[in-house]
Each structure stands twice: as C-alpha cells, then as structure tokens.
C-alpha cells in the first residue's frame, strides 16, 4: 500500500522558514514522481513543484519559483519543500502526492486521478 505522509507544518511567522518532508512507503521511488501542492481556504489545490527521483525539480507557481526549492533523499525514500520568505498568503494546507513516471507529465494537475496522496500539514504564516 503507498502511503505518503507529510510533517513538518505549523506557525512561522512572515520571512521566516520552514521545511517540509514527505515521507514515502509501499512504493518504488524510481518509478513515480513526487509533488507538492497547497490548498488554502475558500481555494482550488495549486501545484507547487514536482521532483523526480533523480532530484530533478520543475516549479509550477511563479509564486513560490524563488522562495521555494524541492530535494529528496532517494535512500530514505523522502522529499522536502524547504519555504522560505514566507508571506501570510502562503498560508494553507500543503500535500505532497506521487504518480507513476508514466504520468508524470500530469504532475502539475492536482485534479488527475492519478495521485497517491498524504493526509497534508497546515502553514499558517502570521503577519
């Protein structure tokens, strides 16, 4: 069973930091690659970035391209979401999903059925 869980959540306040982990199991981590996405209230889930197993990363929010940066320990079978600058717009639940390598062009598209998902950790940045 692929399970994905993310930690690393919580309350920063605006130009702090924080890093993200996904935790990754039940699967091959060569064959998928791993995104992350955010889903603020009231919002539609948006794709941050995608990152596959050889550490290649592609950013998808001209939000985040220059404050947020994607890595992975292949060994350990994790991806991070290191955020910095943090502004209070940043605020929402953010999710990393995997989807098979032969879909990983859908990576960007949070809607595709494709996705194993983890259960998501709350940033709240105070202003």
């Known amino acids: 069973e692929v399970q994905l869980v993310e930690s690393g959540g919580g309350l920063v306040q605006a130009g702090g930091s924080l890093r993200l982990s996904c935790a990754a199991s039940g699967l091959y981590f060569d064959d998928y690659v791993i995104g992350w996405f955010r889903q603020a209230p009231g919002k539609e889930r948006e794709a941050l970035s995608c990152i596959s197993s050889s550490g290649g990363s592609t950013y998808f929010s001209d939000s985040v391209k220059d404050r947020f940066t994607t890595s992975n320990d292949n060994a350990k079978k994790m991806v991070f979401l290191q955020m910095s600058s943090l502004k209070p717009e940043d605020t929402a639940v953010y999710y990393c999903?995997?989807?098979?390598?032969?879909?990983?062009?859908?990576?960007?598209?949070?809607?595709?059925?494709?996705?194993?998902w983890g259960q998501g950790t709350q940033v709240t940045v105070s202003s």
């Open positions: 999903a995997a989807i098979s390598v032969v879909f990983k062009d859908r990576c960007n598209d949070p809607t595709t059925a494709f996705f194993y």
